[in-house]
Structures are given as C-alpha cells and as structure tokens.
C-alpha cells in the first residue's frame, strides 16, 4: 500500500485559491495513477482530477475544469491540487488516493482535508 497525508485545507473567501498536497510514502513504485476526490455531507466521494505518475497525463471532472490544475513533483513524491476562483459549491472534504494501474480501483486513501468556501 501507499501512505497518503493531505495538507493544505482552510477557509477561503469566494473566487479565492487554495493549493492542497498529497504526500506519499510506502509503496510508492507500483503508483500508476493519483487522484483528488471530495465528499460534501450527504452527498457521494466525487471525482475531481487525477494525474499518472510517469506520464503526467491528466483529467478532470466538468465541475472544477478551468479552475482546478493537478499536478506533481515526482522527486518529492508529492501531488498538488491547485484550486483557483473558488465557489461555496466547492466545499467538501477533499481526499487524495492512489492506483496501481489505469482501471483499478483507487484503494490508498488520505485522511482528507476540509476545504470552506464562504460566499
């Protein structure tokens, strides 16, 4: 497995940025692909963005396209999620997990981290 932390979480006024990280640690080598998902209260985990780790291909969910950018520093094992023009819509407790190929499924997950959006 993957060890996941995720930072970065706070409140932020409306249209403002915030920048999340994921650290990961462990089995890091049999990463093929790391995600951000958030979760608001009742409501399901939602898929945000995810990014491959050597090809740096990424995807993002219509939501949060144009405003949210993924992205990693494969030296430091660390995956961003940098979050501009922000919308109360957006709060929700964000998580970052981690795949071991293109179609399994997301099973190493962080403790997530809250994100506040006021209006």
């Known amino acids: 497995q993957v060890q996941l932390v995720e930072s970065g979480g706070g409140l932020v006024q409306a249209g403002g940025s915030l920048r999340l990280s994921c650290a990961a640690s462990g089995r890091t080598f049999s990463t093929y692909r790391m995600g951000w998902f958030r979760q608001a209260p009742g409501k399901e985990r939602e898929f945000i963005a995810r990014?491959?780790?050597?090809?740096?291909?990424?995807s993002y969910a219509d939501s949060v396209k144009g405003r949210f950018t993924i992205f990693r520093d494969k030296g430091e094992n660390t995956v961003y999620l940098q979050m501009n023009s922000l919308k109360p819509e957006d709060t929700a407790v964000y998580y970052c997990g981690a795949s071991s190929g293109a179609i399994r499924p997301y099973d190493s997950w962080g403790q997530g981290t809250q994100v506040t959006v006021s209006s």
């Open positions: 990014i491959t780790w050597t090809g740096g291909s990424t």
